[in-house]
């Protein structure tokens, strides 16, 4: 009884540390990526760059996280969640203070590289060491209120990155970052708990590491540079064949391997394929929203770094408490219904925004629409994580992640090929408005369509 009694406190004691540590890494990853979009300007007249070239503090960051997501995420089920979860962190902090001082372009995108690699590693380890930490009954309640808090990093990223650029300048981003990211690494030193698939041996399949991050850092590259390069280029050609090509061998290779690095039959489960699918439709509209939103204030309103981010606080704040809102439905609604309810008010939030002609209509409206879009792509990685196992949580969310970032780099490509080509003839702010209704579009009728699929497969089963 005594020994019960003692244990229990502990636990709930070492649960908290999980939480706060895995918390405050994601708080760091969604701050320093959204601080970072207004900081191009700065970082470009501080650096004596072009504005082109200081864009690829954003693109190698992405190259980064979106190609080694899947290996993050299977790292941390064969090796252990504990060790690449630490790595991870130290990596994003050590890499925040080398950005803080890189002296020139060159050297702040190479520290923007480990940086990206870092997060990589954290963000999908995070979410399987909750998985894993705790009971199936509090789960979705601390994966829900894990994102909560990452997503107050997303609400303040605007706003800190505006004021900072206008302030004391782009770097104190970064020596915000370092500190916060070194406390959880010592959290998570002191409270997180190793776990692993122990139903793998610790092999890693590295043939299928190099073929998947090849393929997906082939085709990232190709979408982030594609609109500078030309999307006939033969650069931007050759990349994409190498992703097509590449791609195959991957897949080649982990039906044929042992012990793979993605496991397959995870694509049996049709209830992952559609959160999956619908969550990265949702992740695509988040990130053109917030693109286009960015442009419209400032070149099309007029307003400074600051104002602008000021004007995103509340559809942040909205974006903050998606994370608790989804883990609250997930208890009372399935899965596939949550992220169909996230579709109808991202859809309609993106179509009414391009109609809002005043600052009474423009802000409710974009608050209505950040609650979408963020329940959209939040619940995605909180919904996976109960309809696979425990033990392959990290491949789950890796998967996950990896859909998330790619589509949305490709959403964000196609927005700003799409600028390129209707700005001359409509003007900036009739080329966005367009965009923000085809994209609204896309999701309403990828929401029906994933509803329907799963009424027809409930009809037949």
């Known amino acids: 009884m005594g020994s019960t009694a003692v244990g229990a406190p502990r636990r709930t004691t070492r649960r908290a540390g999980v939480f706060l540590a895995s918390s405050l890494a994601l708080f760091c990853i969604q701050l320093d990526f959204f601080a970072l979009n207004l900081a191009i300007p700065g970082i470009s007249d501080e650096l004596d760059t072009t504005v082109s070239a200081a864009q690829w503090t954003l693109s190698a960051y992405m ?94 990223g605007p706003f800190v990155g505006g004021g900072f650029t206008d302030g004391p300048g782009w770097r104190w981003i970064f020596w915000l970052l370092a500190p916060l990211s070194a406390l959880a690494l010592l959290i998570a030193l002191r409270y997180v708990p190793d776990s692993r698939d122990e139903s793998a041996p610790r092999q890693v399949d590295l043939p299928g590491c190099l073929a998947v991050v090849t393929s997906l850092a082939a085709l990232t590259l190709a979408v982030e540079r594609g609109s500078a390069w030309g999307w006939d280029h033969a650069r931007t050609l050759a990349l994409f064949g190498a992703a097509v090509v590449v791609g195959a061998l991957f897949v080649l290779r982990e039906r044929t391997c042992r012990h793979p690095l993605v496991d397959f039959r995870l ?49 942040a704040v909205m974006v903050a408490c998606s994370g608790p809102i989804g883990a609250w439905l997930s208890g009372r609604m399935r899965a596939t219904s949550v992220m169909a309810l996230a579709g109808v008010v991202a859809g309609t939030g993106m179509i009414g925004l391009s109609w809002a002609w005043s600052w009474w209509v423009y802000l409710p409206v974009f608050t209505w629409c950040a609650l979408g879009l963020g329940l959209g792509w939040t619940f995605a990685s909180v919904a996976t994580q109960q309809v696979v196992s425990p033990a392959r949580a990290g491949e789950a969310s890796g998967v996950v992640l990896t859909a998330l970032v790619t589509l949305g780099a490709i959403g964000l490509a196609a927005t700003a090929a799409a600028i390129t080509s209707l700005t001359p003839e409509t003007g900036p702010e009739r080329a966005y408005d367009l965009i923000l209704r085809v994209g609204g579009a896309v999701i309403l009728t990828s929401t029906a369509l994933s509803l329907l699929v799963r009424r027809t497969l409930a009809t037949r089963a």
């Open 63 to 156: 190259l980064a996280i979106g190609c080694l997501f899947i290996v993050g995420g299977r790292l941390g089920d064969l090796l252990g969640r504990r060790p690449v979860l630490l790595a991870g962190t130290g990596l994003f902090a050590a890499a925040s203070v080398g950005c803080a001082l890189a002296p020139s372009l060159g050297v702040l995108v190479a520290a923007r590289i480990v940086q990206g690699a870092g997060a990589a590693l954290i963000f999908p380890v995070s979410v399987s060491v909750i998985t894993n930490a705790f009971p199936e009954a509090t789960r979705a309640r601390a994966l829900g209120a894990m994102f909560g808090i990452a997503n107050v990093g997303t609400a303040l």
């Open 267 to 315: 694509f049996r489960n049709i209830r992952f394929d559609l959160v999956t699918v619908m969550g990265s439709v949702a992740n695509m509209g988040y990130a053109v929203t917030v693109f286009l939103a960015t442009l419209q204030l400032q070149q099309v309103r007029g307003l400074s770094a600051v104002l602008s981010g000021t004007v995103f606080l509340a559809p």
